[in-house]
């Protein structure tokens, strides 16, 4: 990759420009073509490098309850196991980690359905066994954007990503015109000039109201944002290690604050301890190698004055999706 696609990259995985030409938008600043900024994009999905340009939603607004699942499976077992955890289409991510925990799988479940109950079901026939659901408690932060600029690389804009906090009044609607929408956007965009015009066109309204409904879903908080997803390892970020913290309830909000506010931190959630799993403050980094991420974990220990963590790194991939809502 070149400077441009490093800094094209940055721009389009905080926020995607909901307009009629987006490619337009996104080459103002980098002193390149429309058609320039189209053929880069094309070229980083070919490479895998991009995984798709989509809305992400936000699970809990919409209605699904979810949560990260820790389960403890002998060696021999995995396969199996992972069979049946990933077949289930409400679990989107499942990773191999170095604990006696050691199977890790997020999981989300449609309205009027319990997560403890189909966890249950999960651990019973995968071999029967145990399994630590861990629902965020408070989120501290949650932006999964890669640093993929370096040195010389100048900033093309001042945008972050901003997750709107979702007042108690508002509800999600979940009409069939609504679901429909859903369905559609949180696919790949299109690669066309005029992308949205084409979902517009599929879903029989005008582009005009779909990209109004999409900025209103996204200020309501229906909608995180509307954004690219990379895939880590290709663009360069080989490590990925989750650093968790047995932390005096009383300072998990305080702790908490500190490690979200560094930039290496994607992920940051206080989650219920369990006797067999004392560890109750969560923060996930990423790092182009595993000893990046180490390196970044002694920072993060220092800066909350807790040494006394692990770093759970993935060792293997079972499942890595984007979820798919209204599967149903």
Known sequence: MDSVDRMLLDRIQRNFPLVPRPY?????????????????????????IVRQISGIFNTGALGYRSSLVAMSVPT?????????????????????????????????VPPGQSVSG??????????GWSALVLPAVKKFKL???L???????????????????LEAS?????????????????EDLPHVAQPFRVWADDLEMTEHSLLELLADWTARGFMRRFAAVLNH?????????????????????????????????????????YPEWPYNLYAMVHGRTREDCES?????????????????FSTREFKKIRLKLFWD
């Not at 047995?246 to 219920?272: F, M, T």
Request: proline content about 3%; some cysteine.
């Open 233 to 273: 390892r290709q663009a360069g970020f080989g490590g990925n290690g989750m650093v968790v913290w047995l932390c005096p309830e009383e300072r998990i909000d305080e702790l908490g604050s500190i490690l979200a506010a560094h930039q290496e931190v994607s992920h940051c959630y206080h989650r219920p301890a």
């Open 24 to 48: 337009g938008v996104l080459s103002e600043g980098l002193f390149i073509s429309e058609e320039d900024v189209q053929g880069r994009i094309a070229r980083l999905k070919r490479e895998r």
């Open 170 to 186: 508002t509800v999600f609607r979940a009409t069939p015109e609504n679901v429909r929408i859903v369905r559609c956007v949180q």
């Open 143 to 145: 932006a999964v954007v």
């Open 76 to 108: 021999e077992h995995l396969e199996r196991a992972a069979a049946v955890v990933n077949a289930y289409p409400g679990v989107s991510h499942n990773y191999l980690r170095e604990a006696s925990y050691n199977m890790w799988y997020t999981i989300a």
């Open 296 to 312: 970044v974990a002694v920072r993060l220990g220092e800066s909350v004055g807790l040494m006394d963590y692990r770093i759970l």
């Open 147 to 165: 640093d993929v600029l370096e040195e010389g690389d100048a900033e093309v804009g001042d945008e972050r990503v901003r997750i709107p906090a």
């Open 118 to 127: 189909k966890v249950e079901e999960l651990a019973r026939d995968s071999g």
